[in-house]
């Protein structure tokens, strides 16, 4: 099993930034993939970044340039640093991972979310 927990969210004027961070523990020993999910109000939960076991990233076209997606393997962390914020990234924001050699019908491991608002 493992927990994820994540910090760093909170209320913050547009053109602001944020940074995100996710703690993983537990069974936390696979090498794995991690991300961060957002959900709007009244939307459906969908990626924002992801960063493999290798290191390589993904970032939703919306927040290119503007959000960065980071790792701590070895502390077991995942960050996202978040800059020029604006009103329609306000969400929840869910840390998720996976372990590289799970079962397909595994969809890994969530986070409680966290509440990001962007408003003046």
């Known amino acids: 099993q493992v927990q994820l927990v994540e910090s760093g969210g909170g209320l913050v004027q547009p053109g602001g930034s944020l940074r995100l961070s996710c703690a993983a523990s537990?069974?936390?020993?696979?090498?794995?993939?991690m991300g961060w999910y957002r959900q709007p109000p009244g939307k459906e939960r969908k990626l924002v970044a992801g960063i493999t076991s290798g290191y390589s990233t993904y970032h939703e076209d919306s927040v290119k340039g503007r959000f960065t997606i980071s790792r701590d393997t070895a502390k077991g962390m995942v960050y996202l640093q978040m800059n020029s914020l604006k009103p329609e990234d306000t969400a929840v924001y869910y840390c998720w991972m996976r372990c590289d050699t799970a079962n397909s019908d595994d969809a890994g491991s969530w986070g409680q979310g966290i509440q990001v608002t962007v408003s003046s």
């Open positions: 537990g069974d936390t020993s696979c090498a794995s993939s």
